[in-house]
Structure formats: structure tokens, C-alpha cells
């Protein structure tokens, strides 16, 4: 039988702040999703400013990445060329949602929204790296 890490409340915890704390650090007001390897909402925040969408979409580029186990963005590259893509269940093709990937599994995903796809990502990645490695 195999074993397999998981996020705790502490690594969420974690992952959060430095999310936070990099969006504060560009004045970026977000919603920031953190899910569990199967999509779950496992720790979540909507910075004040922050709009019901981003909300909605923090949580499914998230939930994106983690059942996934890639990014969203990439998703958003692969319907460029395969738009078919598009009627995949649970994806949502826009860069800001990052796997969290530890010992070469994954164990969930963060989301954000409220700036550019590319900012977003940003601040899923600081939060990210924020886990010991």
C-alpha cells in the first residue's frame, strides 16, 4: 500500500500568507483559493475589493490544477490549438491556478483571481513556495 503526503492546516496556513503577502507587496486585491488533491476547498480568502467572481473562478482554476496536476495555463495554451479541450469536465482554461506538487505527486492546487492571469499566478506560485521543500 502506498503512502502519500497531504496538505495540513499549517501548510495551508502558510501557503496563504506568502500568497497574501505577495499580492499586498504589488497592491493587487485578489480572492485566493487553496483545494486538496481532489478539487476541495480546503482554505480560502477574498481580499476586501475583491469581486464575487474572483471568488468563483479562484476556486475552479484551483480546483483546476489539482485534479489536473498541471496548470490552468496550460490548459489555456492546449485549447489554442485543440479547442475541443473546451468540453473538458472541470476545467477552466486561464492561467492562475497551480498544482502543489510534493515528492512528485500532487496534493492540491492554488487559485487566484482578481488581476492579470499572469499576476495571479505569480501569487499562487509565491504561496507555493512558501511549503518546505
Given at each position: 500500500?502506498?503512502?502519500?503526503?497531504e496538505?495540513t492546516?499549517?501548510?495551508?496556513?502558510?501557503?496563504?500568507a506568502?500568497?497574501?503577502?505577495?499580492?499586498?507587496?504589488n497592491?493587487?486585491?485578489?480572492?485566493?483559493?487553496?483545494?486538496?488533491?481532489?478539487?476541495?476547498?480546503?482554505?480560502?480568502t477574498?481580499?476586501?475589493?475583491?469581486?464575487?467572481?474572483?471568488?468563483?473562478?479562484?476556486?475552479?482554476?484551483?480546483r483546476t490544477?489539482?485534479?489536473?496536476?498541471r496548470?490552468?495555463?496550460?490548459?489555456?495554451?492546449?485549447?489554442?490549438?485543440?479547442?475541443?479541450?473546451?468540453?473538458?469536465?472541470?476545467?477552466?482554461?486561464?492561467q492562475g491556478?497551480?498544482?502543489?506538487?510534493?515528492?512528485?505527486?500532487?496534493?492540491?492546487?492554488?487559485?487566484?483571481?482578481?488581476?492579470?492571469?499572469?499576476?495571479d499566478?505569480?501569487i499562487?506560485k509565491?504561496?507555493?513556495?512558501?511549503?518546505?521543500?
Amino acid at each position: 500500500m502506498k503512502t502519500r503526503s497531504e496538505l495540513t492546516q499549517g501548510d495551508c496556513e502558510k501557503i496563504m500568507a506568502a500568497a497574501l503577502a505577495e499580492a499586498k507587496r504589488n497592491s493587487w486585491i485578489v480572492a485566493i483559493a487553496i483545494l486538496d488533491d481532489g478539487g476541495h476547498l480546503l482554505h480560502f480568502t477574498r481580499m476586501d475589493g475583491a469581486t464575487p467572481a474572483n471568488a468563483a473562478i479562484a476556486l475552479e482554476k484551483g480546483r483546476t490544477a489539482a485534479m489536473s496536476r498541471r496548470t490552468s495555463g496550460s490548459w489555456q495554451e492546449r485549447i489554442k490549438t485543440r479547442p475541443e479541450m473546451l468540453k473538458m469536465p472541470g476545467i477552466l482554461p486561464v492561467q492562475g491556478g497551480v498544482p502543489i506538487l510534493v515528492d512528485g505527486g500532487c496534493v492540491g492546487g492554488v487559485g487566484v483571481s482578481g488581476v492579470q492571469s499572469h499576476e495571479d499566478e505569480q501569487i499562487a506560485k509565491a504561496g507555493i513556495d512558501a511549503l518546505p521543500k
